[in-house]
């Protein structure tokens, strides 16, 4: 047993841990949601991580992006984040795509190559396209819903796309999935009201205004997700027992 996940061998298993450490998971964005997601796998076990993302760090995602600091400024995040991931767990696997992932750049993906999916982008096209792709390749795949403009970390829930409410990007995608025939999806959103940024600052001409966004906010939502990548990576007869147990 290697000594770095002594701790969570003692709650999972040492057959879990060896699962774990054998999966090749793909998180699509690290950013303020994904970049947690990332964090909490390598320190998880997880043995080779996708990360696919085409922002470079800049200042205003230091109030609540874990791989951004004023020495990471300018550079790739999928670089920022393989280091921080290698500084973790030295034998971890990381492959880096730094684009943008549409429907224009999803064929450089064979999805068939994980066990694992986390969609943690913004756009509706490319969170379309990759349910689409996880579905079609059987890969099980979770994703985030919105988690700008709140201020309730403890709002945020597990459930299927039919079973959300409130979150504007859940109804989006409820709609478009269901044209697609897409009936069940596993995501995370928040039941709090999007608000409205106290102030609108003054935007480049043709883009869509920033959220507003919290150091508490996207990072529950990411670590959500990679507790339930982990506990799905498992075998669920053992939490089923664990469950039983504690009844």
């Keep these: 047993m290697r000594e ?38 390598v320190r998880s076990g997880i043995g080779q991580l996708d990360l696919i993302d085409s922002d470079r760090v800049v200042l205003s995602n230091i109030n609540r992006q874990i791989i951004a600091s004023h020495e990471s400024l300018g550079e790739y995040k999928v670089d920022v984040a393989e280091k921080r991931c290698k500084e973790i767990n030295p034998q971890v696997i990381i492959n880096k795509y730094p684009i943008f992932y549409l429907p224009e750049t999803a064929d450089q993906f064979d999805f068939s190559k994980y066990d694992y999916v986390v969609d943690a982008i913004d756009t509706v096209s490319g969170k379309i396209q990759l349910v689409l792709a996880a579905k079609e390749a059987g890969v099980p795949i979770i994703c985030s819903m919105g988690a700008g403009n709140k201020l309730d970390p403890t709002a945020f829930e597990v459930a299927d796309l039919s079973k959300t409410s409130v979150c504007p990007l859940a109804k989006t995608m409820r709609y478009e999935l269901k044209k697609r025939g897409i009936k069940n999806l596993k995501v995370v959103y928040s039941r709090e009201e999007v608000r409205i940024p106290l102030e609108i600052y003054q935007e480049v001409e043709g883009q869509r205004p920033s959220p507003g966004s919290l150091a508490f906010v996207p990072a529950v939502a990411g670590l959500i997700l990679a507790g339930e990548v982990v506990k799905d990576l498992c075998d669920p007869a053992y939490f089923a027992k664990t469950k039983n147990q504690n009844k």
């Design 4 to 41: 770095e996940f002594i701790r969570s061998a003692r709650l999972l298993g040492q057959e879990n841990i060896e699962r774990l450490l054998n999966a090749r998971v793909a998180v699509f964005g690290v950013g303020g949601v994904g970049g947690y997601v990332v964090e909490a796998l």
